[in-house]
């Protein structure tokens, strides 16, 4: 993996990486070698942490905070953030940092109308997630919440025309099975729950989201495409809009009771790290992941599961039974298949193909080999297909 990683990340260096790793090979390897674990970590901590804290601040006793002021006040402290890197973009000049905005933001509206709907989504989605992670053990969340790869997946097809291999078709239908048996188990355990939870509601918020997180990340990338727009832009017009849609939301659901007991009401040190979480995890994953492959991101999805499930057994006493081991398993396998290059995957296919006997013909004398097909994957056209990075900056 290594070698590979490396090789990606020499391709997309600029030219003085170029020169200096002509010069100190070495020590240009072993960088994106740190920058790539680096990376691994970044995403391991990040998907497990975020889902982890949520669950325990919904579960701790006392009063419990409204969730969705949490989802409207990560939003402004997005928003925020994205408009002091914009800030410092325009090396600290107020004045070229409005005209920018009035330009990109109020000129062209039609752009920043667009992204209202995926806003929209992101919003509900976030909701979704404090719905489904407040009525199911983490462990359980984070293994179901991996129905997004297939929605996303299932989205690119239908929306971008994507194709995808036999492997990931074989890989999705593994998901869904695994998927199957945690959810075969959750409903069959027979321990007590508490009793403000209900499975059920936790499952169906859950397939929500997740449904929600692929039409949206797909969709995104679709109205996206040709904008030169940065990331920091779009994520301040989606915080815009999310921050309005937020309020609607929350004046919808929990008015009354949030004007009468206050904004903040339940808010702990364990709220606030559950929003600068969810307002900061993912600017600093859009900051790591252009240093993380396919398969790097597939092993971060795989140690997040085995992470909440460990930090689960610990913090809340979930037990590990055979049947949920067994669907996790499945899942943790089908997300490191799904992330594989193409090439990889015709050398699997090949490999489990049966032959038809020896091989007798010879290369005639003087003449060169045939070309091999290359394993080389810094071809877009030949990527596999995995939520894109607007979409985990914004929906994770």
Not at 170 to 190: D, K, N
Not at 238 to 257: D, N, P, Q, R
Request: proline share 5%; hydrophobic share 50%; net charge positive.
């Amino acid at each position: 993996m290594a070698a590979v990683g490396s090789g990606g990340s020499t391709a997309t260096a600029g030219p003085g990486a170029v020169s200096a790793g002509a010069l100190e090979p070495g020590a240009t390897t072993a960088a994106h070698r740190r920058l790539k674990y680096i990376s691994l970590a970044v995403l391991v901590v990040q998907n497990a942490s975020l889902i982890l804290s949520i669950r325990y601040a919904r579960t701790l006793p006392g009063d419990r905070f409204f969730a969705t002021t949490a989802v409207v006040m990560a939003e402004v402290l997005k928003g925020l953030t994205c408009l002091l890197l914009l800030f410092a973009q325009k090396r600290g000049n107020v004045k070229h940092l409005v005209l920018f905005l009035h330009e990109a933001v109020l000129v062209q509206y039609m752009d920043t109308l667009k992204l209202a709907v995926p806003s929209l989504i992101y919003t509900l989605q976030n909701n979704l997630q404090y719905v489904a992670i407040s009525n199911l053990p983490a462990a359980t969340f984070q293994v179901t919440y991996q129905l997004k790869i297939l929605t996303t997946a299932l989205f690119s097809v239908l929306m971008l025309n994507r194709s995808l291999s036999r492997l990931q078709w074989a890989s999705l239908l593994l998901l869904f099975t695994g998927v199957a048996i945690v959810q075969a188990q959750q409903a069959g355990s027979g321990g007590p729950r508490p009793l403000d939870q209900n499975p059920g509601v936790g499952l169906a918020a859950v397939v929500a989201s997740c449904l929600s997180s692929g039409f949206a990340g797909v969709y995104f990338e679709k109205i996206l495409k040709g904008s030169s727009g940065s990331v920091w832009l779009r994520n301040l017009q989606l915080g815009l809009f999310g921050t309005a849609l937020g309020l609607v939301g929350l004046w919808w659901t929990e008015g009354t009771a949030v004007a009468r007991r206050g904004f903040f009401f339940g808010y702990t040190p364990a709220v606030w790290g559950v929003v600068l979480n969810q307002a900061f995890g993912g600017l600093l994953v859009a900051v790591v992941v252009k240093y993380a492959d396919n398969i790097l991101k597939g092993f971060a999805t795989s140690l997040s599961i085995v992470l909440s499930t460990v930090a689960s057994i610990r913090l809340f006493g979930f037990h590990v039974d055979p049947l949920f081991a067994l669907g996790a398993g499945l899942v943790i396998g089908a997300v490191y298949l799904y992330s594989l290059p193409r090439g990889a995957a015709k050398a699997i296919a090949s490999a489990s193909a049966p032959t038809s006997g020896p091989c007798t013909h010879q290369q005639p004398p003087g003449q060169p080999p045939p070309p091999q097909l290359s394993s080389h994957h810094g071809d877009l056209s030949t990527e596999p297909f995995l939520p894109k990075l607007l979409t985990k900056v914004k929906g994770s």
